[in-house]
């Protein structure tokens, strides 16, 4: 049976009466002010309506309370238990999510009752919702500048372990021998004794624990043949085949080894050199869905866009407006467009871009150019000192030369689509004091500089990165490392208790918006304290002005009175 409050009406009486006026202030200027105020009633409750019953079962525990509840959990970083301690005892989580009995059906929740939301939110992926509930309602409420975003990705680890070759290859065939012994242990009696032997038992653990890195690769070969006769063995059995085991079996054996057929009879197996292996490839089996970064290492990337104002005498509130959850391995070059696409779906565009080297590739900037957004973006690669940069030359309205930086004209000039191609005397060429530098290339009938649209708009945009107007606008890109840390700091963004790209997804995008949530927080109490500025400055003036005017009231009275005792001093003397 399905149980919600109605937390939009207002309290006839004050909830809250145990509150001293302190201690209520302090919640109030937290972020539980914000999140009881704007988020507890957009929180998506009305979409997992489907799984429970309106009329039969036992009521639910309050539904909006339960959502906010992980929300706030991860904001806070907490474990199940943790959790489960805060909304019992903790005042702040209370207030923030309109708990106001003290009854244990209002105020407690079971860890087996937090376990089962959080896998109804991530079956119906509604993580993702929230956090879009909750960035769209902070934009609208405090009324958010977001023509102005930047974009960056951050590297973060799964709770796997981090293995080896070796340990993958022992690790993945481990785990299908025991998968197999439980499901069909007919099938895992009938294996030869070694296999169950080197893996199955303490003694081979240790076997492959204590191998010298000059023996890897015998071991290795080894591990190869054990994979392959285990996949080959059982392709014929549909039910092995549909073990999840199996299929990580199956994928470990295609990205690691090379079958060679010597004869009808004879197979060779060996595993591939490590420059062979994919980066998308299998990391660790308990994490299948991970991937490889040469530079970061195992995990997830999780690419993140921000709002900012480049005002620094104003307040601005600086939101995370989209968040995408993919494997290690991907590109951040292939991350722009999908996060203009993603905001621009909130309703969240931006006018203007700030984003590292690889996410300002020729083609991004040009797509994002045609829906109306500019990217602000280094070009990849450096010209060498000395070298001619083509915005030297001298070109017509279609992209073809007209002159070199030294004022001579090509002998011809070819187009084709985007491409040209500008031949210029040998002669000419021979006695430049700049042909070290030229980019043209000798041919059979002169100097060729050949050349398209894009390089084109590669050496503008280069040329731009050296004026102070680019230089200011790129200076704010920074500010997204901030938010990196403030996100790993807070909630522990980057070491996650959880496995698997759904869980690792639901942890990024409740945590992105915890961290708005206490922005906005942050932001409405400092625009308190600018508005209450000026009334204060007042008061102090006027206090000051105040003792002013009695001080000068007094010093009047005192020479007033010196004034009536000389006239009677003079009084006294004429008499």
């Given at each position: 049976m399905i149980h919600i409050k109605d937390h939009k009406t207002p309290d006839m009486f004050e909830p809250f009466p145990f509150l001293g006026p302190k201690r209520k202030q302090r919640i109030e200027e937290s972020w539980a002010k914000v999140f009881r105020e704007h988020i507890l009633t957009s929180l998506p409750v009305e979409k997992i309506f489907s799984k429970y019953s309106p009329v039969f079962g036992a009521p639910t525990k309050e539904l909006y309370s339960m959502i906010g509840l992980m929300v706030i959990q991860h904001m806070n970083d907490l474990t199940d238990q943790e959790a489960v301690d805060q909304f019992a005892y903790n005042l702040q989580w209370q207030y923030a999510l309109n708990i106001t009995s003290t009854a244990d059906a209002d105020a407690y929740v079971s860890p087996k009752t937090l376990w089962n939301m959080r896998s109804l939110l991530i079956e119906l992926n509604l993580y993702q919702v929230i956090f879009e509930e909750v960035v769209k309602k902070l934009a609208d409420v405090f009324k958010v500048d977001v023509s102005k975003q930047r974009f960056d990705s951050v590297h973060i680890y799964s709770n796997m372990r981090h293995l080896g070759r070796l340990g993958l290859f022992v690790k993945t065939i481990k785990k299908f021998l025991v998968n197999l012994k439980r499901q069909h242990n007919g099938l895992y009696e009938s294996l030869e004794t070694a296999i169950a032997d080197r893996y199955m038992t303490k003694q081979g653990d240790a076997v492959f624990s204590m191998v010298k890195p000059s023996e890897s690769i015998n071991t290795l070969a080894t591990l190869a043949n054990d994979v392959f006769s285990l996949v080959e063995r059982f392709r014929g059995n549909e039910q092995v085949i549909a073990m999840s085991t199996y299929q990580l079996l199956a994928r470990l054996f295609k990205e690691q080894c090379?079958?060679?057929?010597?004869?009808?009879?004879?197979?060779?197996?060996?595993?591939?050199?490590?420059?062979?292996?994919?980066?998308?490839?299998?990391?660790?089996?308990?994490?299948?869905?991970?991937?490889?970064?040469?530079?970061?290492?195992?995990?997830?990337?999780?690419?993140?866009?921000?709002?900012?104002?480049?005002?620094?005498?104003t307040n601005t509130l600086n939101l995370i407006t989209s968040v995408i959850v993919e494997p290690a391995h991907k590109s951040d070059a292939n991350a722009m467009i999908p996060l203009i696409e993603a905001t621009t779906e909130l309703g969240l565009k931006p006018k203007e871009v700030t984003a590292d080297t690889i996410y300002g590739s020729d083609e991004n900037c040009q797509k994002a150019k045609a829906l109306g957004i500019e990217v602000i973006s280094p070009v990849m690669g450096k010209l060498g000192e000395g070298s001619v940069p083509l915005t030297e030359f001298t070109m017509n309205s279609e992209n073809e030369i007209t002159s070199c930086p030294e004022g001579c004209a090509p002998l011809s000039t070819r187009s084709n689509d985007d491409n040209h191609t500008a031949l210029f005397s040998k002669k000419t060429c021979r006695s430049c004091s700049r042909r070290r530098g030229c980019p043209t290339m000798p041919g059979k009938k002169g100097n060729y500089l050949r050349y398209n649209d894009k390089a084109i708009r590669l050496a503008h945009r280069r040329a731009q990165e050296d004026t102070p107007e680019f230089l200011d606008k790129y200076r704010f890109r920074a500010g997204v490392e901030g938010t990196m840390s403030q996100l790993d700091r807070i909630t522990g963004f980057k070491n996650l208790r959880v496995r698997g790209l759904s869980a690792v997804s639901f942890a990024a995008y409740l945590k992105a918006a915890a961290i708005n949530i206490i922005r906005a927080a942050a932001f409405r109490n400092r625009e308190k304290e600018r508005q209450s500025a000026p009334i204060a400055a007042f008061s102090m003036l006027s206090c000051a002005v105040n003792d002013r005017v009695q001080h000068i009231s007094a010093a009047i009275r005192s020479w007033l009175g010196l004034q009536s005792l000389n006239m009677q001093f003079k009084a006294l003397y004429a008499v």
């Open positions: 090379i079958v060679e057929r010597v004869d009808t009879h004879t197979t060779l197996v060996s595993v591939k050199a490590n420059k062979d292996v994919a980066s998308d490839s299998l990391q660790n089996p308990s994490d299948p869905d991970a991937g490889y970064d040469g530079h970061k290492g195992k995990g997830y990337q999780v690419q993140v866009a921000e709002s900012y104002g480049t005002s620094e005498d």
